[in-house]
């Protein structure tokens, strides 16, 4: 047994210990409900008002299992990050229920402003020397509908679920470099590059403060990584250089750092989990964020 396992251990025992008290409410819960609904179709006219308050005993039993769903994921969750991420960098803070803000996201000019914003599993911390933020990012657009009758609909679809990244190196650069798959947000003060590859530019627009800057990143070696790390998500990546920092964000629709209740946290279920954070270092390494072009 790895040393991470053996240190994760008494948190499964914890998770079977909770996952019994909710199996078991639940258990009860159904059973009265059923017992009550038959009771209720069987004296309808004599016993309404009985029948209904009565009710209230499952949904009681119900609450209750959903206390302990919640108190996994409010405490084993973020014991067991807490763990891995410990386990991989030297200076490092989670937030189950932070996020990078909304208003850094929106300067970035990468995505539309969103009318309804949510985030959580923030994560802060430096892997050689490059400092990281990460986290999951929900955005949602206000629509607005009337039909034939005039009844008006109010909806909040979205349009982003994914996580956002900001890398910041030491060196800080002087202008500012967005690739995206389709047209960014805002291209304002930027000018529109094409590379030499035609792979690169059927996946990738670009727009540069000058054409120079987008080449000082954007050598052959560094299009491979990108169109690389596309390969790697589902749905749209965005880049961002500016001054000492990178944005990535990335579109995909996948909730990130999720611990299933009803599963055992072993070795395939922290392969999965692990995988999650091992791709921010990944990142820096693909993308030769170590390297001395990014330092003073």
Known sequence: MSELLKK???LEIKRKALFSKFSKNMLIAVSLAIIIILLFILTLEQNLFFILFFLLVPIFFFLKAQGFSKLFKKTIKDELINIVLKDKFEDVTYDQYQSISEYVINETGLVKKPDRFSGEDYIKGTYKGVTFEVSDVT??????HVDSKGHRTVTYPVYFKGRWYIYKFPKTFKGSLKITEGHPQSARGLEKVETESIAFNKKFKMYASEKQYAFYHLTPIMMEKLLEL???HRGRIYFYYSGNELH????DSQD???IPFRKAID???MKAFEGDIDLIPAIINELKLTSDKFKE
């Open 8 to 10: 994760i251990e008494p």
């Open 267 to 269: 070795e395939k279920a």
């Open 256 to 258: 990130y750092l999720e």
């Open 139 to 144: 955005m949602r657009e206000r629509q607005e």
């Open 230 to 232: 596309e390969k790697l």
């Open 248 to 251: 990535i964000g990335v579109n």
